[in-house]
């Protein structure tokens, strides 16, 4: 068990809606970080959060946003849902930057339809 | 731009034996990290070994040991005495260190099967 808890672990929606992504850090981990991983792809970074700020964008589109709250915790949120959204999302977390491996949860797995 | 890349993306080996995977990444950074990510059929993502770019001495975790060549941009994985368990696919990834961010940046990717 790594320590990240990430909620719902399957999601199955429609294209056009919405949907939020929860991710729990490991306890004292300061920096979330989330990954998209499509069918037969490696893992496609989106954005990183260190302690409540947006510290690095990768890949991630318009219709994805996030944020990181005071107690920690991530919500990844995913709009106008298209059938190409459909991936394992995982969230990341990490006590320091630069210096501690990454600790991934069990991703939540997002089909849309 | 930082890249990984991991040029087979099958391996087969059978059980007892030794196997590599190979991977090369692109950076103008001097200070960085790189490492080896499993992911099993559960898709579950664990670490498997680490090595800081300052150290020369090559990372060991039981039967997982690297060869780093930092002159030539290459970190490839040993994986002795395989066990059925270790059927996975593997990521390498590297991350660097400065004030815009730490990214982990993986491959793509080789998927390692285990006979009996």
């Known amino acids: 068990d790594s320590g990240v808890t990430q909620t719902p672990k399957h999601l199955i929606t429609a294209t056009g809606q919405r949907v939020t992504l929860r991710c729990s850090p490991r306890?004292?981990?300061?920096?979330v970080y989330w990954y998209q991983q499509s069918l037969d792809q490696g893992l496609q970074f989106l954005i990183q959060?260190?302690?409540?700020?947006?510290?690095a964008k990768g890949n991630i589109l318009e219709r994805f946003s996030a944020q990181q709250f005071p107690d920690l915790h991530s919500e990844l949120n995913l709009s106008s849902l298209e059938l190409g959204d459909s991936a394992l999302y995982f969230c990341?977390?990490?006590?320091?930057?630069?210096?501690?491996?990454?600790?991934f949860g069990n991703g939540t797995r997002l089909t849309v339809t | 731009a930082q890249t990984v890349t991991q040029s087979q993306p099958e391996m087969s080996v059978q059980e007892a034996e030794t196997v590599t995977l190979s991977c090369t990444y692109d950076?103008?950074?001097?200070?960085?990290?790189l490492f080896w990510y499993k992911q099993p059929p559960s898709r579950q993502m664990i670490l498997v070994i680490r090595?800081?770019?300052?150290?020369?001495q090559n990372a060991t975790e039981n039967r997982f040991s690297v060869n780093f060549q930092k002159a030539a941009k290459s970190f490839s994985l040993k994986i002795s005495d395989s066990q059925l368990g270790d059927a996975a696919m593997y990521f390498c990834a590297y991350r660097f260190s400065n004030q815009a961010g730490t990214a982990l940046i993986f491959g793509k990717g080789t998927t390692l099967s285990v006979s009996s």
């Open positions: 990341a977390s990490s006590a320091q930057e630069g210096v501690s491996p990454l600790h």
């Open positions: 306890s004292g981990d300061l920096s």
């Open positions: 959060y260190y302690n409540g700020e947006e510290r």
């Open positions: 950076t103008s950074e001097s200070d960085y990290y």
């Open positions: 090595q800081e770019a300052y150290k020369q």
